[in-house]
């Protein structure tokens, strides 16, 4: 019999091995997230390595699918620390991720933006369970802020404080 902590998001962050780092600070005139109505927006998150480092390129030109995967998972990672941040430290409070929002730097001739799209939706799934699936965009576009291959958003249902 599985515990009630051990389905907590902060466990199963845990399980997986990752350490959630500090949430980016805004790189321009915007907030990182905005609570209304019940549903938590988060701004557009970059794809940051554990050791700080960007992760850059172009899909299906320097950055093959596999490294775009990788770079919208650790988006994921960032997007689940500005939720935590947000919500004063208690992603408890997360009731469904609703959506995320996808953008991949891609050449116009590269069509696998939902394949990349996937380590940010795969890590929701593994972090929230069954309240980690969502709608989603994935969208390609010609260049993303500092170079990055990929940027993802989010809008989470949240509970009550």
Do not use: W
């Amino acid at each position: 019999m599985t515990s009630a902590s051990a389905t907590h998001p902060q466990d199963r962050l845990a399980g997986l091995g990752i350490a959630l780092p500090e949430p980016a600070a805004p790189v321009a005139a915007y907030v990182p997230a905005v609570e209304a109505g019940g549903l938590l927006h988060i701004s557009g998150q970059l794809p940051f390595r554990e050791d700080g480092s960007l992760i850059a390129g172009t899909l299906g030109v320097d950055v093959d699918t596999e490294h775009g995967r990788q770079a919208a998972e650790r988006c994921g990672v960032m997007l689940i620390a500005q939720i935590r941040a947000a919500l004063g430290g208690d992603l408890g409070r997360v009731e469904r991720i609703v959506k995320l929002g996808a953008f991949v730097a891609s050449d116009p001739l590269f069509t696998d933006q939902p394949k990349v799209a996937n380590g940010a939706s795969e890590l929701m799934v593994a972090v929230f369970g069954d309240a980690g699936r969502h709608a989603r965009s994935a969208v390609g576009v010609p260049v993303l802020p500092l170079g990055a291959a990929v940027e993802v958003d989010a809008i989470v249902a949240v509970r009550p404080a």
